[in-house]
């Protein structure tokens, strides 16, 4: 007697741990998630600025005065890339930036116009503006 209900307290304690278990795991997964997305959508950015990049160098392989007359470059629904060059005492420099809706990019490219029939040298290149 008294003994009814004995195993109840046990089953009711393991069942407490598994749900507050269940929602630390359901926390963790979805901190995950958010974060895979927003590292997924600066790598696409940073992609689309390297396009621009390419683009430009090939541009200027094939005309070293080549100045970029179109401001945006589309590779698809609402991205793409445009590019500039900038001129200052210390140089040349190509910036890339890169589109995706609200999201954008900066690469920049210190180049140099060689003495070499249509050669373009990098100098070095960096994420952001000069």
């Known amino acids: ?4 209900g004995s195993v109840l307290v ?3 304690v393991v069942c407490i741990v598994f ?4 929602g ?3 926390r963790e997964s979805r901190l995950e998630l958010m974060i895979n997305n927003n590292l997924y959508r600066k ?3 940073f992609y ?3 396009a621009g990049l390419v ?7 094939e005309e070293p005065d080549w100045k970029p007359e179109e401001n945006y470059y589309s590779l698809g629904p609402e991205e793409g890339f445009s590019l ?5 005492e210390c140089g040349q420099y190509l910036i890339s930036r890169g589109c995706k809706g609200e999201g954008e990019f900066y690469l920049t490219a210190k180049f140099k116009v060689s003495d070499n029939p249509k050669g373009v040298e990098l100098l070095w290149w960096k994420e952001g503006l000069p």
Not at 1 to 4: I, N, S
Not at 84 to 88: A, Q, R
């Open 48 to 50: 689309l600025a390297e």
């Open 24 to 26: 630390a795991q359901y």
């Open 84 to 88: 500039e060059i900038w001129e200052k």
């Open 10 to 12: 046990p089953v009711l």
């Open 19 to 22: 749900a507050a278990t269940l």
């Open 1 to 4: 007697m008294g003994k009814e």
């Open 55 to 61: 683009k430009g160098f090939y541009k200027l392989k």
């Open 43 to 45: 790598q696409k950015l």
